[in-house]
């Protein structure tokens, strides 16, 4: 199963200076989770936009061989409606982590233009909540509820409830994406239609309803595959860029069979991931 990886904050601004946490493990043994150090303010990351500017950036701001700053670029580029502000933006938003001085320990995070999700489980939910939310009895447990939404894409009604559900694979050591909803996912740009589900790499950008995100894995576990679309918005070029986009697999398993394979999974390694140090 993934190793989880201990990440703290740094500040970055985007064009409508809004914050995103980045991630460099600092000891990438198996056997325990990473710790990283925090940077300093005046961290080279902190890119600034001139309002007004292009959507496409200037790559002489940036590394291109830091990780974490290609991936902050391209977040920041990622596409969500401008006429609403999505539920994810207000519970996952980046201000909220950088807030979070002890960092955050997750096997992948997925980042979005002005939000960030830290993958903690080995099943993350994505959909749209019911509204007025549901009422739980006391001692509720939202973990332990198969159906619970991690990443509410709200409010708009082309999000099914339960539109998507990303989770690891542990036979194929893999993350998967599965599709639920009506109205499908596309990932770099590939429909996955209901009822299918194939492997997620780590760059790769998943849009549901308008909204994009990038699934994220930690650096030393697997290299960036960032598609080219993605690159040249952020003003990057694939030809200077260390770990070209590959084409995303046809998906290879149905729902069903998903299913079958994710429920074993979660029963057999809850305990672990539950009582991490």
């Known amino acids: 199963m ?14 409508a200076r809004k914050e ?10 198996p056997s325990r989770p990473a710790k990283r150090r925090k940077k300093a303010e005046d961290s080279p990351t902190d890119i600034v936009e001139e309002e007004g500017s292009s959507l496409v950036a200037d790559e002489s701001t940036i590394n291109l061989n830091d990780y974490d700053q290609v991936v902050s670029r391209v977040a920041q580029h990622l596409l969500a409606p401008r006429d ?14 950088e807030t979070n001085k ?3 320990q997750a096997y992948a995070k997925i980042a979005a233009q002005d939000w ?14 019911s509204d ?3 009422q739980h009895p006391e001692g509720y447990d939202p973990e332990s509820d198969e159906e619970h939404i991690h990443i509410d894409l709200g409010p708009s009604k082309m999000i099914s409830r339960q539109h998507a559900i990303i989770y690891f694979n542990s036979n194929q050591e893999k993350w998967f994406l599965q599709v639920k909803g009506r109205n499908g996912v596309k990932v770099d740009g590939n429909i996955m239609k209901s009822g299918q589900s194939g492997p997620l790499a780590s760059g790769e950008v998943i849009e549901i309803g308008g909204i994009e995100m990038m699934f994220v894995l930690p650096s030393d576990l697997s290299p960036l595959h960032i598609h080219h679309t993605y690159l040249q918005r952020a003003g990057l070029s694939k030809d200077d860029f260390p770990s070209s986009a590959q084409k995303h697999p046809v998906p290879n398993l149905d729902f069903r069979a998903a299913s079958k394979q994710l429920r074993p999974l979660l029963q057999t390694t809850s305990d672990l991931v539950l009582h991490l140090p």
Do not use: C, M, W
Not at 2 to 15: G, H, L, N
Not at 23 to 29: A, C, F, I
Not at 116 to 129: D, E, P
């Open 2 to 15: 993934p190793t989880p990886i201990k990440r703290s904050q740094r500040p970055r601004r985007d064009s």
């Open 20 to 29: 995103l946490v980045s991630e460099r493990p600092d000891d990438s043994s």
């Open 84 to 97: 609403q502000t999505i539920q994810a933006s207000k519970d996952h938003s980046n201000a909220i982590h």
């Open 102 to 104: 002890a960092g955050v």
């Open 116 to 129: 960030t999700f830290y993958v903690t489980k080995l099943a993350v939910n994505i959909g749209r909540s």
């Open 132 to 134: 007025p939310p549901p």
